[in-house]
């Protein structure tokens, strides 16, 4: 079993930063392609940024150019650098771990931009 926990949302403000953070409960990330997806109230959610287990990275239009996903394999973490923040990235961010016939979520972190 494959625990997420994310953390570092909180309230900003447009064209400010945040760094959302995703600790694994093992050693996973070699393995598991891994991803950030974030959801706001009525809608499906949506991917924002992958990070597969052989280290290719993408990203959705909407973030490209401003936020960057990274991990560090030794503190099983994975990162999600958001700048240049916009109202419209408020929502509800998940970090997600898959692999063949096994899918993990954490329980989100609330990120709001707003003045």
């Known amino acids: 079993q494959v625990q997420l926990v994310e953390s570092g949302g909180g309230l900003v403000q447009p064209g400010g930063s945040l760094r959302l953070s995703c600790a694994a409960s093992?050693?996973?990330?070699?393995?598991?392609?891994m991803g950030w997806f974030r959801q706001t109230p009525g809608k499906q959610r949506e991917l924002v940024a992958t990070?597969?287990?052989?280290?290719?990275?993408n990203y959705a239009d909407s973030v490209k150019g401003r936020f960057t996903i990274s991990r560090d394999n030794a503190k099983d973490t994975l990162y999600l650098q958001m700048n240049s923040l916009k109202p419209e990235d408020t929502a509800v961010y998940y970090c997600?771990?898959?692999?063949?016939?096994?899918?993990?979520w954490g329980q989100g972190t609330q990120v709001t931009v707003s003045s």
């Open positions: 997600r771990a898959s692999r063949a016939g096994y899918l993990y």
């Open positions: 093992v050693s996973i990330f070699t393995i598991y392609n």
């Open positions: 990070y597969t287990s052989i280290g290719i990275t």
